[in-house]
């Protein structure tokens, strides 16, 4: 099937974790392991982790330096307080860095002051590492809470990209469905469209089925045609976004005690991956591919408001 892309620009990110920070593995009230320093202990036999994460963000970084793009990282605090060098190195190659909180954890399972706490401190080392200032924010397992958006605006940030308007699934994307596709102003909540300065840059979804399309995961499980038909749709009207992690596009980490449900998460990892990230970006090549931040700038200064 022959997908082009439209008229408006890609914006790509990345949310640079490790495979185990996957909910399924750790981080919400059923995952297989309590939280990574259990799986640390459990797995590897010790309180830290393997280094595993950076091979996989040097291939992408090589990727995105050879298609000269530039995209915005989202990075777990936990990420940077293990591998300071990687953020530094993200940083010095272009990209955006933005935050995605301090623990790979479901929102849920915080307060609204612990969670600013945790925030506070992710954002402050991102900012430290990358030598300027953090404006994005995205939420592990893009699971929100009401409170989120003023938790956010406290903390300094401008823009948030946790909204995917899909059908709730498993406890995610709640509230999210009826979401605009399009980067909007937000109101009292970052899934209400309103007149403030604070912004929403949402993950693109499928037409009318209502389900992830503009993120890896969904390209492994759905195809490639999935997610290229539903960015070409998008993009006749506004800016869409397509995300994904570094170890998609790594064949060689083997996720220990997979069951039924990881595996198919897992599956169509590696060289297959990185075949359709290309094709995503070339979509949009030579020059309509900007970070969130870009995004945002365009968005603030000119008269288009999608
Ligand atoms: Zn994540």
Redesign the pocket.
Known sequence: MAVEAGPHPLVPSV?L?EWF?ARWATGYGKSAWKDTATFFRDVYGSDRPRGDVAPPVRRLLDFFDRKQVKGTF?I?GEIAEWYPELVREVAARGHEIAC?GLR?ADMNLFTPADYARDLAAAKTLLEKLAGRAVHGF?A??LVVQPWLKQVLQQAGFDYDSSICPARGFRGKYAGMRSCPQHPYRTGATLQAVGTTDFWEIPITAMPWLGLPAGAAIATRFFGLTWSRSALWFWSRAGSVQYYL?PYEIWNDILPVGLRLWPRLMTRHRGAWMQRALECIVDLYLPNRILTCEQRLEELQHTRERR
């Open positions: 949310d974790e920070h989202f777990l995605h790979h995205r592990p397992n992690h």
